[in-house]
């Protein structure tokens, strides 16, 4: 069974730094996902990565894939307040015409003023 | 296009009862999937319908089951609750295989 595995868990960080949160997972895929979550809210599709060496860039947010090496990573540039959020990545596996989402744990970014 | 739809929002049910949640897709959209959200399990996959056939199914009990209708409309019933079923339950929808667009969730809170 593929695993997803995020990390860190709980990223505090303080408003203007940058940081990197990274997404393994064990088999291949040639669809990672990432996704925010605001509390007691549903999911919000931030980047779909499709093939290796993958670079997205949305406001503060890059995302990139490499399927060699099985690592996603969401970089945060100069972190604003409003970033606070939980971020997850997945995995899309695929059985003939079927494709399910294998989500890591998530990623709870606290951004301090 | 509107998003995806679920009903209701909030659901409020006791142990032994059961449930059922109703889906919406995106128009046009035939494939609609289920995902159990809990803070101790996280985000899991329920199962996957397409043109009323269920094409996938994660490791749930059997209490967990679903169908789709001919609108492509879902909907997932949970029998005989249990406290750990209290959950965000999040539905989601596609074309074919394509990116799946989720809908706002149904939170049940089982006591």
């Known amino acids: 069974e593929l695993k997803v595995e995020q990390n860190p868990l709980f990223l505090s960080m303080q408003e203007g730094k940058n940081y990197t949160i990274y997404c393994n997972y064990s088999t291949t895929s040639d669809r990672l996902y990432w996704y925010r979550q605001d509390p007691g809210k549903s999911l919000e599709s931030l980047f779909v990565l499709l093939s290796n060496g993958a670079v997205k860039q949305e406001g503060r947010l890059m995302a990139s894939l490499d399927t060699k090496a099985r690592l996603s990573t969401l970089h945060i540039t100069a972190a604003v307040h409003d970033l606070s959020a939980t971020y997850f990545c997945a995995v899309e596996v695929r059985g003939g015409a079927t494709n399910k989402l294998i989500f890591g744990t998530g990623t709870l970014l606290a951004v301090q003023p | 296009k509107a998003g995806v739809t679920q009903t209701p929002r909030y659901l409020i049910k006791t142990r032994g009862q059961q449930v059922t949640l109703s889906c919406s897709p995106i128009s046009g959209h035939r494939s609609v999937s289920w995902y159990q959200q809990t803070p101790g399990q996280g985000l899991q996959f329920l199962f996957e319908y397409f043109s009323e056939t269920q094409r996938n199914k994660g490791n749930f009990p059997g209490r967990f089951s679903g169908r789709q209708f001919s609108n492509s409309r879902s909907e997932m019933n949970v029998s005989t609750l249990e406290l750990g079923d209290s959950a965000l339950y999040l539905c989601?929808?596609?074309?074919?295989?394509?990116?799946?667009?989720f809908g706002p969730g149904t939170r049940l809170t089982v006591t």
């Open positions: 989601a929808s596609s074309e074919q295989s394509y990116e799946q667009y």
